[in-house]
């Protein structure tokens, strides 16, 4: 099929797929934790959810829930394999797209491997109501590429002074360089929700400061805390699905029911058929 033609298709499509992409301005910040288990609270709250690992060349997300696809990103875009092919299912019947892991050559998606993502994608459009992108971390190309073709940008801070600096960094870049203007922000690993409302406070000063009133900031939640994380990663195991009962639960729960009521049809990005759109523009 070729671009025109694929175009069309998406074009005429009415399905009306969410489209996300969780990122943040450093690593180590229980990004891929929390995206993962905010995937498992939406999938139980009765919505189909597809995950895609887009840390292409350093995918991890099978590896935290313990799972061993036999096929990743890498063979898609080469062409070897079909996007049902590489899907894998994970917790709570949430889909996900494996990223490669030490493949150097993934990390860059030349135009006629982005022409293959973008046609396979395309055939799993009416079948999810969520699409989440797990981005790397930081402002490279694939992270700014993913980030400005989603509807919502989600970015994962803590309250460390350079977790701050990095996420305000990230949003600089992309309203500078990218012209996003709306983002939602989450603290994780805050001792408590004054700690994550001050970081938050202190974000949205900056951001009016440098950025200008027309840069929103929406604050979706904070995680606390929670020795069990890094149980729940030794046991590659969710958090949610060991822990139901525990504050962590509540806090991601709080956060799924604000994404759940967010309005994606007041998004002047439009909904999955601009993703597609914009992924070729880019």
Same mark, same amino acid.
């Given at each position: 099929?070729?671009?025109?033609?694929?175009?069309?298709?998406?074009?005429?499509?009415?399905?009306?797929?969410?489209?996300i992409?969780?990122?943040?301005?450093?690593?180590?910040?229980?990004?891929t934790?929390?995206i993962?288990?905010?995937?498992?609270?939406?999938?139980?709250? +009765?919505? &189909?959810?597809?995950?895609?690992?887009?840390?292409? *060349?350093? #995918?991890? !997300?099978? $590896?935290?829930?313990?799972? @061993?696809p036999?096929?990743?990103?890498?063979h898609?875009?080469? +062409?070897? &394999?079909t996007?049902?092919?590489?899907?894998?299912? *994970?917790p #709570?019947g !949430?889909? $996900?797209?494996?990223?490669? @892991?030490?493949?150097?050559?993934?990390?860059?998606?030349?135009?006629?491997? &982005?022409n293959?993502?973008?046609?396979?994608?395309?055939n799993?459009q009416?079948?999810?109501?969520?699409?989440m992108?797990?981005?790397?971390?930081?402002?490279?190309?694939?992270?700014?590429?993913f980030c400005t073709?989603?509807?919502?940008?989600?970015?994962?801070?803590?309250?460390e002074?350079?977790s701050?600096t990095?996420a305000?960094?990230?949003m600089k870049?992309?309203y500078?360089?990218?012209?996003?203007?709306?983002f939602?922000?989450?603290?994780?690993?805050?001792?408590?929700?004054?700690?994550?409302m001050?970081?938050f406070k202190?974000?949205?000063?900056?951001?009016?400061?440098?950025?200008g009133?027309?840069?929103?900031?929406?604050?979706?939640?904070y995680?606390?805390?929670?020795?069990?994380f890094?149980m729940?990663?030794?046991?590659q195991k969710?958090?949610l699905?060991?822990?139901?009962?525990?504050?962590?639960y509540?806090?991601?729960?709080?956060?799924v029911?604000?994404?759940?009521?967010?309005?994606?049809?007041?998004?002047s990005?439009?909904?999955?058929?601009?993703?597609w759109?914009?992924?070729?523009?880019?």
């Amino acid at each position: 099929m070729d671009q025109a033609s694929t175009l069309r298709n998406i074009t005429s499509a009415p399905h009306t797929t969410k489209v996300i992409a969780v990122t943040s301005g450093k690593g180590g910040v229980g990004k891929t934790n929390i995206i993962t288990n905010i995937a498992y609270l939406l999938a139980k709250s +009765g919505n &189909k959810v597809l995950l895609m690992d887009a840390d292409l *060349g350093l #995918g991890n !997300i099978d $590896i935290l829930l313990g799972l @061993s696809p036999k096929f990743n990103i890498s063979h898609l875009l080469k +062409g070897e &394999k079909t996007i049902d092919q590489i899907i894998v299912s *994970g917790p #709570g019947g !949430i889909k $996900i797209i494996p990223a490669a @892991s030490g493949i150097q050559k993934t990390t860059d998606i030349n135009d006629y491997e &982005k022409n293959i993502l973008i046609e396979q994608l395309t055939n799993l459009q009416d079948n999810f109501d969520y699409f989440m992108i797990d981005t790397g971390a930081g402002i490279a190309k694939n992270v700014t590429y993913f980030c400005t073709a989603a509807q919502e940008i989600i970015v994962i801070a803590t309250p460390e002074p350079t977790s701050i600096t990095d996420a305000y960094a990230l949003m600089k870049v992309l309203y500078k360089e990218y012209k996003e203007k709306r983002f939602n922000l989450i603290i994780n690993n805050s001792k408590s929700k004054n700690e994550s409302m001050q970081v938050f406070k202190t974000l949205s000063l900056v951001v009016d400061k440098y950025l200008g009133v027309d840069v929103s900031l929406n604050y979706l939640g904070y995680i606390p805390s929670d020795p069990n994380f890094p149980m729940a990663v030794k046991k590659q195991k969710l958090l949610l699905e060991l822990q139901p009962n525990s504050p962590t639960y509540s806090s991601i729960n709080d956060i799924v029911n604000k994404i759940n009521n967010i309005d994606f049809k007041t998004n002047s990005k439009g909904n999955i058929q601009f993703f597609w759109n914009k992924i070729f523009n880019l």
